[in-house]
């Protein structure tokens, strides 16, 4: 089984500072990381994920993401944020196998102050 | 990618009504499909996997009675919310099991029993 963490509620920052969102996951097989955003009343939109590979993964939006497996980490960065970043901030993981049975994280608010 | 449509996308229903909410993968056959709930402010947890075919496998905790699940066809994954009640408000997701490695998710259902 796996479990993800997500280590702050809420996260405020202004405009054009950096960010990082913290993830921590927990599983016993090897398995995949996605982050996915969700505004307001709508679905999921994915960010990035790792499969395999370079541990630093680039996605949409200038965000970033970092593998750490002795950490058992996956944090998602972005260099300098807008006020459009604004949203919900999901971590997930799934096994290699099967078809993408996700367990997500708490979440992570990412509020964007001008 | 495969493309997901729900349907509706917000219901408001009386208490004590059931409710369908309507899971289509429009572009990909999908033997596999996902239901998540979403309450406000929190998580998205995984409900049930639903198998083209056969019946539903349920997660701990869920009701399997009162939260019907049809997967008649490769393309059409229904829920069905039976004797709503005010608890039973929230946000619905599908989302479509692949074995790629992404999963693609609807645009979710706001349901709200008054």
């Known amino acids: 089984a796996q479990s993800v963490t997500q280590l702050d509620s809420q996260v405020p920052v202004f405009e054009e500072a950096p960010v990082e969102l913290r993830c921590n996951y927990s599983?016993?097989?090897?398995?995949?990381l996605f982050w996915y955003v969700q505004y307001p009343n709508q679905g999921l939109q994915l960010l990035l994920k790792y499969l395999s590979g370079s541990t630093l993964v680039k996605g949409i939006n200038g965000f970033e993401a970092e593998f750490n497996k002795s950490q058992t980490s996956f944090h998602l960065r972005k260099p300098s944020v807008h006020i459009s970043d604004t949203a919900e901030y999901f971590c997930?993981?799934?096994?290699?196998?099967?078809?993408?049975?996700?367990?997500f994280g708490a979440g992570t608010r990412l509020a964007v102050h001008p | 990618g495969a493309v997901v449509s729900q349907h509706p996308s917000w219901v408001i229903c009386k208490s004590g009504t059931s409710v369908k909410i309507e899971c289509r993968s429009l572009?990909?056959?999908?033997?596999?499909m996902f239901w998540y709930r979403q309450f406000p402010k929190q998580s998205l947890m995984l409900m049930a996997t639903s198998n083209e075919g056969s019946k539903a496998t349920y997660e701990q905790g869920v009701e399997k009675d009162k939260f019907l699940i049809n997967h008649a066809s490769l393309t059409l994954s229904t829920l069905t919310v039976t004797s709503a009640h005010p608890e039973d408000s929230s946000f619905y997701i599908c989302s479509v099991g692949t074995l790629n490695t992404e999963a693609f998710f609807g645009q979710g259902t706001r349901l709200t029993v008054v």
């Open positions: 997930a993981v799934s096994g290699t196998g099967g078809y993408n049975k996700l367990i």
């Open positions: 599983s016993s097989v090897s398995v995949y």
């Open positions: 572009d990909f056959q999908a033997t596999t």
